[in-house]
């Protein structure tokens, strides 16, 4: 029986993660004097809007995360991991250089009966990218129930000596279940990279004959990346609206990429959205990068603010440099 396409896919359920290991910027800050590195609170919070992140403990990987978080989304779908038959994993640190993270959470959470999983690299636009690619299985017919999971341990890839970097990231995870559905969840998407842009905000080194050959650790032209991310995501929102045939007015909420609260309240500012109609843990989570829009989607669903029925514009920018935004109808 050749199976009608399903039209549109909806997200079921959602659910996150944080490591209990809670940084503050006053604890960050003495760990870091003890490395002769000069940082404080003040700074920290008045030009970022960072008061704390969370850091996982070093046995701890993006999918142990990452399973946590799906555990939860799956309880809140009222579906089991025999329902799902895809895992879509955006992660930039991943467990091992191969397989993917998906896998990984796969074999984890007892999925067996061999769906599709595949790891997405897009650094911060991550969750984005994984859940346009998951839409569109659905809507073609390949995948009913899809597990989209950002997940994150950005701890590893900081250099505690570099204070225009490390103070800036946390580690977590969130993760939707998108479902096959007869009604509109997600309305449209918009994907974009420029790889031109690469240079400003990268992880350069290379796993080569046994270890890692070049640097490491995350580096990043704050300033250049600010500078371009204030555009994309003002155009990016702007696409996607006209995509989906709405309008600025029709948002209920908007859950940006948490990277730094002044570029949340410029984009706000440019889609003439108040601050109470924008999601922000930024404060509490630093930037957890792929995990950093389900966590806070999640987050805001939990606490009631996001309820069935409002629309929702979620919009990242990361790493690529890439960018995207996806509106929807929860
Ligand atoms: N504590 C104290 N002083 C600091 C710190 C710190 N942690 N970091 C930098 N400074 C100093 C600098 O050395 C500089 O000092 P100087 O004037 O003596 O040279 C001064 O503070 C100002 O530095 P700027 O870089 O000009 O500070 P800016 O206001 O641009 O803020 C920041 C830096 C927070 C990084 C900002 O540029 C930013 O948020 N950029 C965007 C980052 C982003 O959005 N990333 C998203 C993508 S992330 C991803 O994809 C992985």
Redesign the pocket.
Known sequence: MIESTPRHSRIAGTGSALPPRRVDNVELAAELAERGI???DA??VE??GIRARHFAAPEVNASDLAVQAARHALEAAGLQGSDIDLIVVAT?TPDMTFPSTATIVQRKLGIVHGCPALDVQA???GFIYATTVADAMIRTGSARHALVIGAEV?SRILNFDD???C???GDGAGAVVLSASDTPGILATDLHADGRHLDI?CTPGVVARGGVLGDPF?R?D??A??KL?VGVLESTARTVLEKAGRRETDIDWLVP?Q??I??MQSTARKLKLPMDKVIVTVDRHG?T?AASIPLAFDEAVRSGRIQRGDTVLLEG???GFTWGAVLLDF
């Open positions: 000069d940082t404080s700074w920290i030009r970022t930039s650094v911060c636009s950005f204070r225009t970097t103070v800036l990231f905000l995350l990043m704050g300033q990346v600010f991310a990429h990277a730094n002044r570029i930037n990068s920018v990361g790493g």
